[in-house]
């Protein structure tokens, strides 16, 4: 606990409300670097040598990302969250489109729902306004996501179609993320435990964030993204990852196996909110929305 009251007070972070069990292995990890088993000369490692603040927090904070990183996962945000929104914005005449990917690295995540909502809107994609806001507590991953340059390996999760139509090539195993897309997303720096998110949502992304906190922890963060969501607005948490306290009793369940929940709005929207549409309903409904 002291190393950890010396980590929020110097850089600001709390990690008080993580796993214990994470936590430990992942400071061990560092402690082992300098062969030492005791805090409170780790503790001195850090004050003589502030630049390990920089590894210990990497540790903490391990960034695993990829495009469509699981792809049932974002099969199903392809298949049913985007077809539900837009069918939402034809009911009500909205043309905005507001989404949130938490914990995002160096923007992956966000940045494979972009390309999604593209893909989903089609020709009418310019008469949309998608705002994407990617979020993370590593300052060096939100500025890696600015670069849009990724090995091939980062990438194996992307059809060949989307490859050709989003990335160019630019040498044997490296490709660039075009710029019309990387323009759909914002990168902000925000805490989730401490800093209100992005508000009036219509898509939360919330995928293996809330495996490293507490249940009391999950349960607050859980409810703080209900209210960011707008009423009919999806979440979407890691396939490991559940619903847990109160948080089980406000959100409505749409595919408990790939995690997809909903706020729940009132009056009723059909069809069922679990359903999928077809790209041809998809494009029928964009095209009346825009007539």
Known sequence: MRLLTKLHDEKGLDFSQYRETSILRRINTRMDRYKTDSYDDYIK????NPAEYKELINALTINVTEFFRNPESFNAIDKIVIPRVIFSKSINQHKIIRALSCGCSSGDEPYSLAILLLEKLGDARKKFLL??????????????AKNMVYSKNRLKAVSKKLLDEYFEKIGEDEYKLKSYV?????????NIITDTPFLLCDIILCRNLLIYFNKQLQEEVLLKLYECLNPGGFLVLGMVESLVGSAAD???????RLRVYR?????????????????????????????
Do not use: H, W
């Not at 490692?45 to 003589?48: A, P, Y």
């Not at 590593?138 to 890696?144: F, I, Q, S, V």
């Not at 059909?270 to 409904?285: A, F, M, N, V, Y």
């Open 182 to 190: 990387r323009n759909l997303v914002k990168f902000r720096y925000n």
């Open 131 to 144: 705002n994407i806001v990617g979020t993370d507590i590593d300052r060096d991953a939100l500025e890696e």
């Open 263 to 291: 706020r729940p709005e009132t009056g009723s929207l059909k069809p069922e909110s679990g359903s999928t549409l077809s790209q041809c309903d998809i494009d029928k409904l964009v095209k009346e929305m825009l007539e």
């Open 250 to 256: 406000v959100f409505e369940t749409v595919d408990n």
């Open 45 to 48: 490692i850090l004050q003589t």
